[in-house]
């Protein structure tokens, strides 16, 4: 059996449910009273918090410049926090994941879809193997780039697959492509004052 190892965060508390197995009907209609939301690992509560508030301010500004991409007048959105089934077995809640518009309207009939785009803010509380664990799991199910945000290090990691990574600072230029390749921007964009 796997130990989650799941580091304390004092602005939210303990999360209590951590490791705890759950059928997926359960989890389903079930909601968290103890301030995380959790992912679902084939029955087992993975938690995780939502967007911090250091961290909308980067969503705004992700999503302001994707405004600017025919993706976007086509209709698609950048959304946050969006759960994604990535099998039957398990959902994951990238912080941001761009749908196209048909996705869109797939996820409004109940339908299970995966972004080709997501995208992951770092924070403290995670651990090396769960974010290894996580980008392999996006790639196997058809996920084509993540970037890989480090806000305390002003620094993003682009992945196109689990052993290709693009590592940008400063004035590097962050793409979406192969899904999205309009969607660039620098590192100094998202991180500005």
Not at 11 to 28: E, Q, S, V
Request: glycine fraction near 4%.
């Amino acid at each position: 059996m796997e130990t989650l190892t799941i580091a304390y965060d004092e602005r939210y508390g303990i999360p209590i449910y951590t490791g705890h197995r759950m059928a997926k009907a359960d989890f389903l209609q079930w909601k968290s009273d103890d301030n995380y939301v959790y992912e679902f690992n084939d029955g087992v509560l993975e938690p995780t918090t939502g967007m911090r508030q250091d961290e909308v301010l980067l969503f705004k500004r992700l999503n302001r410049h994707f405004a600017q991409t025919n993706a976007y007048r086509l209709g698609g959105e950048l959304l946050a926090e969006v759960d994604v089934w990535l099998t039957q077995k398990q959902m994951r809640r990238p912080d941001a994941a761009f749908y196209s518009v048909e996705q869109i309207d797939q996820l409004a009939n109940h339908t299970q879809v995966v972004p080709s785009f997501a995208i992951e803010f770092a924070s403290v509380s995670d651990n090396e193997h769960t974010s290894i664990t996580k980008r392999h799991e996006y790639f196997d199910a058809g996920v084509q780039v993540v970037w890989w945000v480090y806000p305390d290090f002003k620094e993003v990691h682009v992945y196109t697959s689990p052993k290709t990574v693009t590592i940008c600072t400063d004035d590097d230029v962050m793409s979406a492509a192969p899904a999205l390749a309009e969607f660039q921007m620098t590192v100094r964009e998202l991180f500005r004052k």
